[in-house]
């Protein structure tokens, strides 16, 4: 399992979350597609109270290794993808109504 020890916290997470559901988002710097995806994540998880945690890949060998070109991904519990490349709201949505 990927160690998210270095995870930021990003502003959208509101306290006691419904189902204390972390999102990981895995970027790196100057990715243009995690600046694109990045307003759309912190808003689908502002409304479904989530948590989301903001990870930069170039800080872990093993997330490169795993996710290198892959960037944007958004994964939750369990390593579980929801989500990578160009992230749209709709598909995201989708994505976290199929999860619950």
């Known amino acids: 399992m990927p160690s998210f020890l270095h995870a930021s916290r990003l502003s959208a997470t509101k306290s006691g979350s419904l189902r204390d559901?972390?999102?990981?988002?895995?970027?790196?710097?100057?990715?243009?597609?995690?600046?694109?995806?990045?307003?759309?994540?912190?808003?689908?998880?502002g409304r479904i109270d989530a948590v989301v945690e903001e990870i930069d890949i170039d800080t872990d060998?093993?997330?490169?290794?795993?996710?290198?070109?892959?960037?944007?991904?958004?994964?939750?519990?369990?390593d579980v993808v929801l989500?990578?490349?160009?992230i749209s709201l709709r598909g995201l949505r989708r994505k976290l109504k199929s999860t619950s």
């Open 21 to 45: 559901l972390i999102l990981t988002f895995l970027t790196r710097p100057g990715c243009h597609l995690c600046d694109e995806a990045r307003p759309i994540v912190l808003a689908e998880a």
């Open 61 to 78: 060998d093993r997330l490169v290794a795993l996710y290198g070109m892959r960037i944007p991904v958004l994964v939750t519990r369990g």
């Open 83 to 86: 989500a990578e490349g160009i």
